[in-house]
């Protein structure tokens, strides 16, 4: 089944399992060692709300520590296909 960005984000939202495997605050996007690997931009990218576009850009920083940080290496593949699904529309 593929979930929606909103969906995705809202599911993880509610995690206290950061995608890197650590412990995170519910309500937060990321572990604060996650977070703090991300740009300035991103950074406050992860206080925006839903109608802001927060969607969209938690999937962009997921894709960021993805490619340029090693801290969601061993984190399943699949995680991240329904975003790249989403983009290819
Ligand atoms: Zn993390």
Do not use: N, W
């Not at 593929?2 to 519910?26: W, Y």
């Not at 991300?38 to 925006?48: G, N, S, T, V």
Request: with cysteine; proline share 2%; aromatic share 10%.
């Amino acid at each position: 089944m593929e979930r929606s960005l909103t969906q995705i984000a809202i599911d993880e939202l509610g995690s206290t399992v950061c995608l890197c495997g650590g412990p995170k605050e519910r309500k937060k996007s990321f572990c604060v060692r996650c977070y703090f690997e991300l740009p300035m931009e991103l950074r406050r990218a992860m206080f925006k709300t839903f109608s802001e576009g927060y969607a969209e850009a938690y999937d962009e920083a997921k894709d960021f520590l993805r490619i340029h940080t090693s801290r969601l290496k061993g984190v399943q593949k699949d995680l991240f296909t329904a975003g790249d699904a989403e983009r290819s529309k």
